[in-house]
Every structure is written in C-alpha cells, then in structure tokens.
Nanobody, 116 residues
Framework: QVQLVESGGGLVQPGGSLRLSCTAS????????MGWYRQAPGKQRELVAS???????NYADSVKGRFTISRDNAKNTVYLQMNSLNPEDTAVYYCNLRFANNWEYWGQGTQVTVSS
C-alpha cells in the first residue's frame, strides 16, 4: 500500500504563487511517475503536470510557463510551483503516483482558491 500526503494549498490573490508538496510513503519501488491533477466544480479531473523517474516532464497547455513540477527522489516527494495564478486555476489539486505496471495511487486532495 502507498500513502500520499499533500500540503501547500490555500487562498491566494490573482497573480500570486503557491507551492504544493506531496510525499509518498509505504511500499514504493522504482521506477514510478508522479503528477498533479486538478478538478474544478462541475468539471472532470484533468492532468496539470507529471514527471517521470528520469525527470521527463509534461504540462497541460493551460499551465505551461506558469507552473513547474519537480521531484526529490530521496524524499519520494513531488512539488508543484504555481506562479501567476488566476481564478481559472481554482480547483482541488490531487497528487498521483503511478508505477510502471500502471498501478496508481491518489492523495486526498488540497484546495487551491484564487480570488481577490
């Protein structure tokens, strides 16, 4: 079993920044990819960014140039630095871990609200 614990969400004004963190624990074996998804009210969950064990990254078009994903393999932690936030970024953000055999695990979610 794998547990994912997220932190760093909150309320921020438009144009502001937040940094999300997600730490994995439990029965973890390499290689594995980690990523962030988000779900806004009334919308489907969507990929925000992902990073492989080899540090290959992928971003949704809507966040390119504003968000940066990174990981610390020694800590089994993935980060999402979010800059230039706008109200459309408001959502619950979920951490995801996926093994090479496609087993995947989800965090409990952290709320990000962008509002003045």
């Amino acid at each position: 079993q794998v547990q994912l614990v997220e932190s760093g969400g909150g309320l921020v004004q438009p144009g502001g920044s937040l940094r999300l963190s997600c730490t994995a624990s439990g029965n973890i074996f390499s290689p594995f990819a980690m990523g962030w998804y988000r779900q806004a009210p009334g919308k489907q969950r969507e990929l925000v960014a992902s990073i492989t064990s080899g540090d290959r990254v992928n971003y949704a078009d809507s966040v390119k140039g504003r968000f940066t994903i990174s990981r610390d393999n020694a800590k089994n932690t993935v980060y999402l630095q979010m800059n230039s936030l706008n109200p459309e970024d408001t959502a619950v953000y979920y951490c995801n871990l996926r093994f090479a055999n496609n087993w995947e695990y989800w965090g409990q979610g952290t709320q990000v609200t962008v509002s003045s």
